[in-house]
């Protein structure tokens, strides 16, 4: 037990001291009268001392507050401690912001991916592929080899290759019908009237083992100063007539008086995609060619993307069974057509990649989409095989 003592000028006065420190546990054990201060046995002042002692509980209370304390403190230690830490925490997440903003210095995200798809990721990437194409043929090399495999490079391009000839699908084969009537719609400016007089001199001459067909062409375009006089020149150059309709009447009439030939081919005016009512007075004017008419929509190779899924919405009601891909001479890239072609789900029937008539016109065939790819080495003989031969010699 410990004793303790406390003095002062009165017993009320020590008292008093002595409950406000120590409250209710001080038990008084005695009290004397003393005498302090003064000098040299003068001036000394009378005063009361008490002793006292502290109760056991009244000890583990406060040692229990001190055991209080002593936690409060550690737990206040410790929340400053993770402060601390989460300050630490912000300041890198805030440096990574920084890292991160700064497009220059990236993190790519070829950085976590395995060498050889990374390469050919960033491959793709040159070559125009969409991200979600290039995302899905990845996933695809990443699901099929196995780590060993994906360190073989060139079969892992050979397949990724394959998977993007595989994706080209091209229209099937047309219902045989007298005459056979394809019809060009598409933005203005892609090319129609130059693919028009380009398919009549490939069916005319025979190109491309096509059997020699009589050929018609008519054009709804003549409301553009020099648009009919074009058609008429290429038709005069090739000793074939053109027709110009301007009514859906007109239109069945003049197919009506061409029945014997083998093909009709209709050239219209170009139209933009945002314009919805030009393109519906277009469309009631096609329905005249009748249910068995192919129509076919022609987009430029340059065209961005997102603007090709535009045009493609735009042109859905002519309910066209393919896609002719112009001006393939004027992008060294192919990845968008494709990417949009695939992820819409269109067949191409014709590509042009040139503005004489008549070379530059091909059927659609993957191997010449394939041809174009930059940076990817082409297994000709294999890809053959799989896709039949080609003429792709240089014109
Ligand atoms: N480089 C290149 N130019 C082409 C190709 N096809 C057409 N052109 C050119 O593109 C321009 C427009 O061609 P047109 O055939 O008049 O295009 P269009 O779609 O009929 O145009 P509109 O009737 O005005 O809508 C012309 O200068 C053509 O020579 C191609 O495959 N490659
Ligand atoms: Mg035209």
Sequence with gaps: MQYLVEQGS?????????????????????????????????????????????????????????????????????????????QEVLSEVRSLKEFVADGASRPSAHDSEHPTLARLDQLLEENDFSPVYRAELIAR???????????????????????IGDRISLPPLPRESKPRIVVLVGPTGVGKTTTIAKLAAMHKLGIEQIPVQSVRMITIDNYRIGALQQIET????????????????DLRQTIAMYRETDLILVDTIGKSPRDAVRLAEM??????????????????ATTKTQDMYDVFRQFEPFRYRGVVVTKLDETGRVGNVLSALAEKGKAVAWIT??????????????????????????NRP???ERYGSVSLSPK
């Design 382 to 384: 294999k890809l053959e």
């Design 141 to 163: 090399a990443r699901s099929e080899f196995s780590l060993d495999e994906l360190d073989d490079y060139d079969s892992v391009e050979e397949a990724i290759v394959i998977w």
């Design 353 to 378: 990649d040139g503005q004489r008539v008549p070379v530059d016109i091909e059927t659609a065939h993957p191997l010449r989409f394939l041809m174009n790819l930059e940076g990817f080495r082409l």
């Design 10 to 86: 009165s017993h009320r006065e020590v008292l008093e001291k002595v409950r406000a420190r120590y409250g209710d546990a001080a038990q008084v054990l005695s009290h004397r009268m003393i005498r302090s201060g003064g000098f040299l046995g003068l001036f000394t002042r009378e005063g009361v001392e008490i002793t006292f002692y502290l109760k056991d509980d009244a000890i583990k209370e406060s040692e229990k507050k001190r055991i209080d304390v002593e936690d409060d403190k550690r737990r206040l230690l410790e929340r400053m401690n993770q402060e601390k830490a989460l």
């Design 234 to 249: 290429y038709g005069s150059i090739m000793g074939l007539p053109v027709s110009s309709v301007e009514t859906a009447q």
């Design 283 to 300: 469309q009631q004017l096609l329905d005249a060619c009748g249910p068995a008419a192919e129509v076919y929509l022609a987009v430029a």
